[in-house]
Structure formats: C-alpha cells, structure tokens
C-alpha cells in the first residue's frame, strides 16, 4: 500500500507491503508437530574466546540425544551471550563454512544448510537472537526416523577475524566433543566427516563450543521439551564443567535429562547464566532471550540467589513481582508447564571446608528469623508455596530438604567429610547437583505435556467444509488466505475475508518519538502450535532480517483484547521506528506451523 507523503527528510515516499508468508518446511498431515527442543546439550552463550591473528579457524563437535522421535531437525546458532543479566553481542562476525550432522547409530552424515548454501555469516554486533538453518526431514536418514535415544553429532567448520572473538555455549566436556581454534593453514581441510575431530598442530580446545539450539519435531505429542531459566545454581556452577560422564552436559538440569545409566532422554535448552537475576529475562535492552521460550512446553525456572543477595539485602515482594512476570511470560509464550525450585542454604564456613553444622553460618537474610535473622530465603520460598497453592507454578520441586541439615535447614548437610554438599556455601557440588538431578527427573516424567493441546487439526475437524481441502497449505475458496493463515489469525476459512480483517500496515507520524511504521494483524490466541515471526528488508530481493522486539525502536502492543467478542483473538499492533535514511520498507509476516 502506498502511504501518505513523508516528512521531507524523505526521499519519496514510503512504500510499505505486506506480505503474509507461506508456511514453512513441508506440511505432511493435520498432525505435524510444533516445532520444539528437541534433543540435550544446547544452550546460549555465556562468554567469548579471543583468537589470535593465526588461529582464525574453528571445529566444533558436541552429541545431542533425542528426547523422542522425530519427523524433523533443525539447528540454530547465535552470535551472542548473556554477561550475567546483560545481553551482549559479539563484537566479530563468526562465518560457518560447513556444518553437519552425524547419526551416531550408523554413521551417515546429512548437510546442514541455509536457504540452500552451506555457509552463514553471523554480523557482528548481531540482533538477531537466532540463525535458523533448513529443516531436515527426516526422511532423509537412511536407517529409518530417527529415535529417542539416538545421538547426533553437531559439526561445525568456520572461521573468524584474526585477533576476533567467538562465543562459548555448548559444553564440550564429554568423551568425543571438542571446539579447537586452530590456524586454517594447517587444518586438513576436510567436513562432512566422521568421528572425533583430528588432532591439528598447533590448535588450542576450549571447554565450550558455539552456542546452538537443537530443534525439529516429535512425530507425535506428549514429548517434554524443556527449557532452563536461572542463574548460576541451575546452571551449574560448582559442578564438574571441563569433563563429565553424563552426555547431556553438567548442573542438576542437564543431569536430570537422562537416567542413571544415560538414557531414556527428555529433550532440554539451557537459557541460564551465572550471575543472572530475574531482570536478565524481563529488561527491555535484552529482547532475545523471550524468544526462546516459544519453543518449549516445560520451564524449570529458579532465579532468586542473585536477587535476594549475598547479604540478604532483596526485596521479597519485588523478587516475587518479578518472577510472577516470567511466569506470565512462559505462558504466553506456550510453556504448558512451569516447575519452580527452593531456594537452598546460603552458608559460611569458619573452615572453609563445609565440614560440619558447627562450621558453618548463614548469611544474613538466608537464616532463621526466630534466631534474629531477617528470615527472608524462607519468606520467599513461602510465597512460592503460595504460588503453587494458587495455581501461578505447576510444581514447586523440594530442592532445599535433600541437601539442607536435617535439623535446621539453613545449613548444608554434612557428613564430617570436606566440602559434602558445596564448596562455597552458595553452588551446589558434584553431589548435591547429582541428588538434586534424580528429584527434577522424576517432576519432569510426571508432567503431562500436549494434553488437550491446540492443534490445526482440531480446529479443522470443527468446520463443515462440504467436500473442500482441508490441508493447511489449501486455499479452497482462492482468497489468498491459506487454511493455516485463517487459522493463525481465527478467520474462516471459508469465507471471503474483508481488507479490515486482514494485516495491513499503517504510517504513523504524530505518535511520540516517531515516525512509526504499524503492522496490525489478528492472532488465534488458541493456536498454540503457530510461531509468528517478523521480518524486514529495503528491498524486495533480500536481506529479509527478523525484528525483534525491544519495546523501543520495535514495540508490539494489544490494541484490542478480544475483537470478536468471543475471546478466540486479539489484534496486535507492531510498532516500527523508522529512521530517517528510510525511503521505503517492506515487512513480512512469517508463519510457522
């Protein structure tokens, strides 16, 4: 559509169209699965590794089990961590030359790709919180659907600038992982290969490989897919991190992924960060990190440590105000489940070694009031039971009686033994993430997940659609709205649709700190297996870019709660600040189904 004339730091006039996207990868049936975790052993990053002007190549090869079978893969990568509470992009690009899985079971290796290329340069100082590669279909692996249990192997080729930075997330602790930065001069040149990574002269390992998401689809519902948020506890700061036996990584989170004997998985991604509080998930300046809860049906979730303080000097009502938002944000996000952890002793030990209850002292605000503390850890796991007796959490798990003293349990148990349960008085142990890891799996196996869940499918066997296709790519009455369109935004499909109903852009130059760019579209506020995703470019050719949320240059809003009436949509509003080099911007609605 053509918008009104622009002020005159424009060139022309802005043209703005709208493009309501197809869906994406191959729509086999009714009963394609949303798109979710899929696998163990992903997660974001939490710091960057320098290079130097000669080790400018990277390999990267980390295992990850499937939680379940699958129809589909597809792996994410990202260019940035999380710094404590703060999101930080990288400062230097990170190209993938080649990347690649590896069916453990047999060997085969399939291409991963991006819009068809085997490479992907990641910009520096990125925005985006994700690089998706192409689908693969699991009709590719020639041994049959890949299984729950299976391993695959993740192989990345890149480089980077010399005297650069690449970000650390994977863990690479297990037998047969690795991530070396080596001088490209001497590597053998080689991908889409098999086994370990070869030794190469002069090569440097780290204990973490690139940040990745590990995502596909379960042939069938019912499949956990969890996502961790929290900061150092659950990320498992104090457990063994350079080398460890379990393949779906360290912390009592990643532990509880597989049984004892390291299988029967439940598919995980691991968003916390050590130092974080409950602000790194809700600040506007951090808009990536939301984005992944999409694709998860469980949230363990466990900020509080770095909240409450050292000294005991937080707020419990704010803590709890803040938490209460995440909460709010998982389920809007989808997540079905939220299971919420204790808080456990915070200590002091005259010794340093935690060897007994007499060696120890609880930090102020971390002990018991009724001895003249100010008994907050207590007061705020209490407002957790309330929020579990009023239905906010699903399940609030026990992380505090199994470890704690079992006559007062504002001290870590201790068997005379040095260092039993922590070495620091803050961070669990090899022990106690072990003790605490049997506990979440056995919450986790409780849960019923897509029980009852939105599915295209049951929205298409409500409607009478007198002999019409009824698959989600059709477009029966050739309106230009696919069945999955109608769906997504709760039309029929029908019927003819009106422009009004319809996403349509507007220009806005009189609102505060504009001019704004409006994009307003209807969302089926049921149609949980839907992802919408925002895109813009300058040009009709390329450089589509996903718009992330900031609630400063990119805003969405609810204009309307319930447009119909009937409280089956909501009409949203995404605002976009348009700068003044701007002569024309084409927006993209992106569906996944």
Same mark, same amino acid.
């Given at each position: 559509?053509?918008?009104?004339?622009?002020?005159?730091?424009?060139?022309?006039?802005?043209?703005?169209?709208?493009?309501?996207?197809?869906?994406?990868?191959?729509?086999?049936?009714?009963?394609?699965?949303?798109?979710?975790?899929?696998?163990?052993?992903?997660?974001?990053?939490?710091?960057?590794?320098?290079?130097?002007?000669?080790?400018?190549?990277?390999?990267?090869?980390?295992?990850?089990?499937?939680?379940?079978?699958?129809?589909?893969?597809?792996?994410?990568?990202?260019?940035?961590?999380?710094?404590?509470?703060?999101?930080?992009?990288?400062?230097?690009?990170?190209?993938?030359?080649?990347?690649?899985?590896?069916?453990?079971?047999?060997?085969?290796?399939?291409?991963?790709?991006?819009?068809?290329?085997?490479?992907?340069?990641?910009?520096?100082?990125?925005?985006?919180?994700?690089?998706?590669?192409?689908?693969?279909?699991?009709?590719?692996?020639?041994?049959?659907?890949?299984?729950?249990?299976?391993?695959?192997?993740?192989?990345?080729?890149?480089?980077?600038?010399?005297?650069?930075?690449?970000?650390?997330?994977?863990?690479?602790?297990?037998?047969?992982?690795?991530?070396?930065?080596?001088?490209?001069?001497?590597?053998?040149?080689?991908?889409?290969?098999?086994?370990?990574?070869?030794?190469?002269?002069?090569?440097?390992?780290?204990?973490?490989?690139?940040?990745?998401?590990?995502?596909?689809?379960?042939?069938?519902?019912?499949?956990?897919?969890?996502?961790?948020?929290?900061?150092?506890?659950?990320?498992?700061?104090?457990?063994?991190?350079?080398?460890?036996?379990?393949?779906?990584?360290?912390?009592?989170?990643?532990?509880?992924?597989?049984?004892?004997?390291?299988?029967?998985?439940?598919?995980?991604?691991?968003?916390?960060?050590?130092?974080?509080?409950?602000?790194?998930?809700?600040?506007?300046?951090?808009?990536?990190?939301?984005?992944?809860?999409?694709?998860?049906?469980?949230?363990?979730?466990?900020?509080?440590?770095?909240?409450?303080?050292?000294?005991?000097?937080?707020?419990?009502?704010?803590?709890?105000?803040?938490?209460?938002?995440?909460?709010?944000?998982?389920?809007?996000?989808?997540?079905?489940?939220?299971?919420?952890?204790?808080?456990?002793?915070?200590?002091?030990?005259?010794?340093?070694?935690?060897?007994?209850?007499?060696?120890?002292?609880?930090?102020?605000?971390?002990?018991?009031?009724?001895?003249?503390?100010?008994?907050?850890?207590?007061?705020?796991?209490?407002?957790?039971?309330?929020?579990?007796?009023?239905?906010?959490?699903?399940?609030?798990?026990?992380?505090?009686?199994?470890?704690?003293?079992?006559?007062?349990?504002?001290?870590?148990?201790?068997?005379?033994?040095?260092? !039993?349960? *922590?070495? =620091?008085? @803050?961070?669990? #142990? /090899?022990?106690?993430?072990?003790? +605490?890891?049997?506990?979440?799996?056995? $919450?986790?196996?409780?849960?019923?997940?897509?029980?009852?869940?939105?599915?295209?499918?049951?929205?298409?066997?409500?409607?009478?659609?007198?002999?019409?296709?009824?698959?989600?790519?059709?477009?029966?009455?050739?309106?230009?709205?696919?069945?999955?369109?109608?769906?997504?935004?709760?039309?029929?499909?029908?019927?003819?649709?009106?422009?009004?109903?319809?996403? !349509?852009? *507007?220009? =806005?130059? @009189?609102?505060? #700190? /504009?001019?704004?760019?409006?994009? +307003?579209?209807?969302?089926?506020?049921? $149609?949980?297996?839907?992802?919408?995703?925002?895109?813009?470019?300058?040009?009709?050719?390329?450089?589509?870019?996903?718009?992330?949320?900031?609630?400063?240059?990119?805003?969405?809003?609810?204009?309307?709660?319930?447009?119909?009436?009937?409280?089956?949509?909501?009409?949203?509003?995404?605002?976009?600040?348009?700068?003044?080099?701007?002569?024309?911007?084409?927006?993209?609605?992106?569906?996944?189904?």
């Amino acid at each position: 559509m053509l918008l009104p004339q622009c002020p005159s730091y424009f060139r022309k006039n802005i043209v703005v169209l709208t493009i309501i996207a197809g869906l994406i990868g191959s729509i086999s049936s009714h009963a394609l699965e949303p798109i979710r975790y899929v696998a163990t052993g992903a997660r974001i990053g939490v710091y960057t590794q320098n290079t130097d002007t000669e080790k400018t190549a990277y390999w990267h090869r980390t295992p990850h089990q499937l939680g379940g079978p699958v129809s589909e893969m597809q792996i994410g990568f990202m260019n940035w961590l999380l710094s404590y509470s703060v999101e930080a992009a990288n400062s230097s690009e990170v190209t993938i030359e080649y990347a690649w899985l590896e069916r453990a079971s047999d060997g085969q290796v399939v291409p991963i790709t991006f819009s068809g290329s085997r490479s992907l340069v990641m910009p520096a100082n990125d925005t985006e919180p994700y690089w998706l590669a192409d689908p693969i279909d699991s009709s590719v692996w020639t041994s049959g659907t890949p299984q729950r249990d299976e391993v695959f192997w993740l192989n990345i080729k890149g480089s980077i600038p010399a005297s650069g930075k690449v970000c650390q997330g994977n863990p690479t602790g297990y037998s047969g992982s690795k991530f070396i930065l080596y001088d490209p001069a001497n590597g053998p040149g080689s991908y889409d290969t098999t086994g370990p990574v070869p030794s190469i002269t002069g090569q440097y390992a780290r204990t973490r490989g690139l940040p990745t998401m590990f995502l596909g689809r379960f042939t069938e519902p019912g499949y956990p897919s969890v996502i961790g948020i929290g900061d150092s506890i659950l990320d498992g700061s104090g457990d063994a991190t350079s080398s460890y036996s379990t393949i779906s990584g360290f912390g009592f989170f990643c532990r509880a992924a597989v049984d004892e004997d390291g299988k029967n998985p439940i598919a995980t991604f691991n968003l916390p960060r050590h130092g974080a509080t409950t602000t790194a998930l809700l600040k506007a300046s951090n808009p990536r990190q939301a984005h992944f809860l999409k694709y998860a049906n469980v949230a363990v979730e466990e900020y509080g440590t770095n909240d409450l303080g050292s000294n005991g000097t937080g707020d419990v009502s704010e803590i709890l105000g803040r938490l209460e938002d995440i909460w709010t944000l998982c389920r809007n996000a989808g997540i079905q489940k939220i299971i919420r952890t204790k808080l456990m002793p915070r200590t002091i030990s005259a010794s340093y070694d935690w060897v007994s209850l007499a060696d120890q002292s609880p930090n102020t605000g971390w002990g018991d009031a009724s001895q003249g503390d100010s008994g907050k850890r207590d007061a705020l796991n209490a407002a957790l039971q309330t929020s579990f007796n009023n239905g906010d959490i699903d399940l609030l798990l026990d992380t505090l009686t199994p470890l704690a003293d079992p006559t007062d349990d504002h001290y870590w148990f201790t068997n005379g033994t040095n260092d !039993y349960m *922590t070495k =620091d008085g @803050t961070h669990l #142990n /090899g022990t106690s993430n072990a003790i +605490i890891a049997i506990i979440l799996r056995e $919450a986790l196996l409780s849960l019923t997940v897509d029980e009852n869940a939105p599915r295209y499918s049951s929205w298409a066997e409500a409607i009478d659609w007198a002999g019409e296709d009824d698959s989600p790519e059709a477009d029966p009455n050739h309106d230009g709205i696919t069945n999955a369109m109608a769906y997504a935004f709760d039309l029929p499909p029908l019927a003819t649709i009106p422009a009004s109903a319809r996403p !349509y852009a *507007t220009y =806005d130059s @009189t609102s505060e #700190n /504009g001019p704004w760019l409006n994009f +307003i579209f209807r969302q089926n506020v049921n $149609a949980e297996d839907v992802i919408f995703n925002y895109l813009s470019t300058t040009n009709l050719k390329d450089n589509w870019s996903t718009l992330v949320t900031d609630d400063i240059e990119i805003i969405e809003e609810t204009i309307d709660p319930d447009p119909d009436g009937d409280g089956s949509a909501v009409l949203k509003k995404l605002r976009i600040k348009l700068a003044s080099e701007d002569t024309q911007r084409f927006l993209k609605l992106e569906l996944t189904l």
